[in-house]
């Protein structure tokens, strides 16, 4: 189990399968397939993989009947909530949640008419399945673009409690909040706003922020500001990459703001004195503990003139040699490895520890 540590602002408990956000439970981690839904086998077969490597939630693209049939067979094969993402057609949503689907995120801006809105809502409600309001600065309605002179935080403040009203006069409150924009600090101060205004929990996240590179970047200074106000119950990092490097780039996140326990690795940038081959070793030490949940410090280190004394707080490490490293821990070293068994050495110490 993660361990959080920070406190935050009391929101309404909502229930995603075995999952609960809200009221101070563990920030979710969410992605999205890139997967044809249809596609059955490579859809649970990323999913899988994803699961694995610390996602809680996961959302699949519903674009026609057949991706929504599918959501049937693809629960029988995972263990997390699958959430259906749709838009324009509320059938679809309909469809979805009939086939199991955990959770749907709408754009009400986009569903169509009021009545449209409003079966959705009854059969979720005859689900109990909770729905995720999505708003961002290309869906706001023209009559709030035309108040404010474009997609403004406050049109887009205003866009949302037009749809909140609308579900909470139909009885519905099963819910999770949105604003998104590819603006970096209209993001962050829309969620400010949304987090004194409601009690619902709130899905942070920047909208197409980019490759891996500057993705990650952004992602980090967006979410890494609301989540040390304390502000966020669910997170997706949207990245133009791998679904796996948004967990990879969330779990960093979460851990450089105290929000989930996690593996330290220290690793140096390398320079003439390095004589064995660290880049693919730090890369494979990275991997392993992408799949632990101990708050431990790592170093993998390039050579021995300075590894394990820059490094001796760390709990174990590595510093390379000529075709070797020696294996430290709290910088006093253990023993010399075999650059080939380097890897496997380390992860064996760790084990025991």
């Known amino acids: 189990i ?13 229930i995603i399968k075995n999952v609960t956000i809200g ?15 249809s596609n059955i086998d490579d859809t649970v077969k990323q999913i899988k993989v994803l699961e694995n490597n610390g996602c809680d939630i996961i959302r699949v693209a519903i674009t026609n009947e057949k991706d929504a049939l599918s959501i049937k067979e693809i ?13 324009f057609d509320y059938k679809l949503a309909i469809l979805s949640i009939q086939n199991g689907a955990d959770k749907i995120r709408i754009n009400p801006g986009n569903i169509g008419s009021k009545d449209n809105l409003l079966k959705i809502i ?18 706001v309605e023209k009559e709030y673009l035309e108040k404010y002179n474009g997609p403004t935080i406050n ?31 209209d993001t962050i101060e829309v969620n400010k706003i949304l987090n004194e205004k409601y009690d619902y929990p709130l899905h942070i996240g920047l909208t ?17 500001t609301l989540l040390n106000l304390n502000i966020g119950d669910t997170i997706r990092v949207s990245l133009t ?28 940038p390398t320079c003439g004195r390095t004589s064995y081959k660290m880049m693919p070793i730090v890369n494979e030490v990275e991997k392993y503990l992408n799949t632990i ?46 650059e080939e068994d380097i890897v496997k050495e380390l992860i064996n110490e760790i084990e025991k520890m």
């Open 241 to 268: 990459s791998d679904p796996l490097d948004e967990i990879f780039v969330a779990k960093e996140i979460l851990a450089m703001t105290n929000h989930l326990n996690k593996p330290t690795l220290i690793s140096c």
């Open 208 to 224: 197409e922020s980019g490759t891996r590179t500057s993705g990650t970047v952004k992602s980090s200074y967006v979410l890494g």
């Open 75 to 87: 629960k029988k094969q995972i263990s997390i909530p699958i959430v259906a993402d749709i838009h």
């Open 23 to 37: 009221n101070n439970h563990p920030i979710a981690i969410q992605s999205m397939t890139n997967t044809k839904t």
């Open 155 to 185: 049109a887009m403040i205003d866009s949302l409690d037009s749809h909140i009203r609308f579900f909470e006069e139909n009885n519905f409150f099963n819910l999770v909040l949105s604003i998104k924009t590819t603006n970096l600090n």
């Open 122 to 139: 009854n059969v979720a409600k005859e689900y109990n399945i909770p729905i995720r309001i999505g708003v961002n600065s290309g869906s």
């Open 2 to 14: 993660f361990i959080r540590y920070i406190m935050r602002k009391f929101k309404k408990e909502i």
């Open 293 to 338: 949940n101990k708050k431990i410090t790592v170093a993998v280190m390039g050579c021995v003139v300075n590894g394990p004394g820059e490094a001796k707080h760390a709990d174990i490490g590595i510093a390379g040699g000529i075709r070797k490293g020696v294996l430290f821990k709290k910088g006093e070293i253990i023993k010399t490895i075999p």
